[in-house]
C-alpha cells in the first residue's frame, strides 16, 4: 500500500495576507500567491497568469475570483481555471486555517 505524504508548512497567520489582497512565498523556483478574500477565505495559486505568466498575487481579487493585471483575465481563486471565454489553468495548492494559522501544503 502507498501512503501520500502531505507536508504542510504553517507561512504565517491569517493577518499577514491583506483582506482581498494575496502575500507571495517562494518554494524552490516556484512563487506562490496565497489570496484572502473579504470574508477570510485564503487560497493558494502560483503567480503566473496562464495567459501571458501575469503576476495574479498584484491583480483583483473579487467574489472568488482574481483578475490579472496585465491582460485582465480572471481566475478562479478555488481552482485556478480561466473564467469566461478564456482558457487555461494556474497551478493550485492545498490551504488551510488553523487558527490564525495559515497552513500550506507542498
Known sequence: MNAVTQNWVMIGTLEDIPRLGARCIENGETKIAVFRTADDRVFALEDKCPHKNGPLSQGIVHDGCVTCPLHNWVISLETGA?????EGVAAS???KLDGDKVLLCL
Open 93 to 95: 495548492y492545498p490551504v
Open 82 to 86: 480561466a473564467q469566461g471565454a478564456d
